[in-house]
């Protein structure tokens, strides 16, 4: 417990430093307006983002872009409430009784309840990361690269069975993703693999370009074929605090939320995503009347914004304690963090405590600052959200060239991301989703250098893989988590929900 305070002590003289409080409050603004801006999304945003990090020290780096994640959760319910549009996947949820209670004259109620809630979750759910990180990190240092290989093709199968759609299609993009980080020059041989013949892919492909292509230059495509649609905004806000009552209604609810969204953050895979849909689901199951779900009930408000600002925070743990992303968002992080030289894993609580512990302390003023300043700030995002698509996405699309040719003065660089950006329409026309495909570069490295390390070490015996213990139970749980999805009702379930 000493150790746990002198810690946290560690983290506020780190993270209360002047430079790091105006990144943090900077970065949960421009996470709220991206969240509630329909279209552009906190991974898009983060890629963009990400040349000018380049001249931060790594911890102010990180500081900005977690708040950017976590201010997008709040923002994604502002557009959900007011303008029926989910601006973030998570607010999808809460689009189901919060737009309800906002045409009922009760918005300001909802968004009151979402801020309280998200506060509350993100809170609590801090103290989860404080309190788990350290042993974890302890336990991870347990792990050899059989062990380290294992759980990456675990992380890799709930990033599969966790994806929208199709688990054919969610696979193939992992194995995209794999393919695509086996671009280059060969550490051990020097041996170019995949570059047919480019002098600028003999060191692979640049984690910004795919990121920002993927997710930048994509979303600007897809969301110019729907940027002449204009959408209702309600101007009567009605009171921002809830009565009693409804605070009452709510208080279990953001309890159970904030409990379901740490343990789903913590999973590899896209278990944050899930959180809103339990708690959802966990209400409308204990509800005495279960006819208000869908009419603007605030627990349907309540328990969903608590478990999904409390996932987004919990995700950090299995990316700063094992070194595996949980998610497209955290990959983003994880090269942020290659970047600037540090290595995700165990050793970054070690080697480098002020990064970790600053981000856990930036998570409390990140989330005192979302409470503090979007509540009052609610008349100028209605305003923000007439302005049309079509007056955005030039800016967005020059920013992105700008950064990108930045990082290696390339003008390569630019065409490539443009490639990248017409392949992530592709896709998404076709119905596959790119972030496994993310998360399978991200992890393609480590995986295939893990798998030699192991090898190596066995003298090329793969059942080392099946004789350690740790290796064979996280296999296992993979192959599992497979074949629990491969079921023809899980399948069938799935099919459901993809054509609706």
Request: charged content about 15%; some cysteine; aromatic content about 8%.
């Amino acid at each position: 417990m000493a150790d746990l305070f002198e810690n946290l002590r560690l983290g506020f003289a780190t993270s209360l430093s002047l430079l790091n409080v105006v990144l943090c409050l900077g970065g949960c603004l421009l996470g709220t307006l991206i969240g509630m801006l329909p279209g552009i999304g906190p991974i898009a945003t983060i890629a963009m983002l990400l040349p000018i990090t380049f001249n931060l020290d790594p911890t102010s780096a990180l500081i900005l872009l977690a708040g950017i994640y976590y201010g997008a959760q709040y923002g994604g319910s502002t557009a959900a409430i007011l303008v029926n549009i989910p601006g973030e996947a998570t607010a999808v949820v809460t689009v189901l009784d919060g737009h309800p209670m906002a045409r009922q004259g009760r918005a300001g109620t909802a968004l009151g309840i979402a801020a309280i809630g998200s506060f509350i979750a993100g809170t609590i759910s801090t103290m989860v990361v404080a309190a788990l990180g350290l042993p974890l990190s302890e336990l991870a240092l347990w792990f050899g690269p059989p062990e380290y290989f294992s759980l990456m093709l675990l992380g890799l199968s709930l990033a599969v069975v966790l994806a929208q759609g199709s688990l054919l299609k969610a696979g193939a993009m992992v194995l995209v993703g794999l393919l695509l980080s086996s671009v280059g020059a060969d550490l051990e041989t020097g041996q170019e693999r995949l570059t047919f013949g480019f002098d600028e892919l003999s060191d692979g492909i640049d984690f910004a370009v795919l990121a920002m292509g993927l997710f930048g230059f994509a979303e600007v495509l897809r969301n110019l074929e729907g940027s002449g649609e204009q959408h209702d905004v309600r101007t009567e806000i009605g009171r921002l605090l809830p009565s009693r009552a409804d605070f009452r209604r709510s208080l279990w609810p953001i309890v159970r939320g904030c409990g379901l969204g740490s343990v789903l953050g913590i999973l590899p895979g896209n278990g944050a995503v899930l959180a809103p849909f339990a708690s959802y689901a966990l209400e409308k199951r204990l509800a005495e009347d279960r006819t208000r779900f869908g009419r603007g009930a605030i627990e349907g408000v309540a328990g969903p914004e608590a478990a999904n600002n409390a996932g987004a925070q919990t995700a950090f743990i299995p990316l700063l304690t094992l070194g595996i992303p949980p998610n497209a968002v955290m990959a983003l992080m994880v090269g942020a963090m290659t970047i600037h030289g540090i290595i995700p894993g165990p050793q970054v609580i070690t080697g480098r405590p002020d990064l970790f512990w600053g981000m856990v302390t930036s998570m409390w003023i990140g989330n005192l600052a979302l409470l503090a300043i979007n509540l009052p700030l609610i008349g100028l995002w209605v305003r923000l959200l007439r302005v049309p698509y079509r007056l955005m996405f030039p800016a967005i699309l020059v920013f992105c060239c700008i950064g990108i040719y930045s990082i290696n003065n390339r003008p390569g660089d630019v065409l490539l991301m443009a490639g990248f950006g017409l392949a992530g329409y592709g896709l998404f026309k076709f119905g596959f989703e790119p972030a496994p495909l993310l998360l399978g570069f991200v992890l393609g490295k480590l995986l295939e250098e893990k798998l030699r390390q192991a090898l190596v070490l066995s003298r090329g015996n793969f059942l080392t893989f099946v004789t350690r213990p740790v290796s064979c139970v996280l296999l296992l749980a993979a192959v599992a988590v497979l074949a629990i999805a491969l079921m023809p009702s899980v399948s069938k379930r799935r099919a459901e929900i993809d054509l609706s």
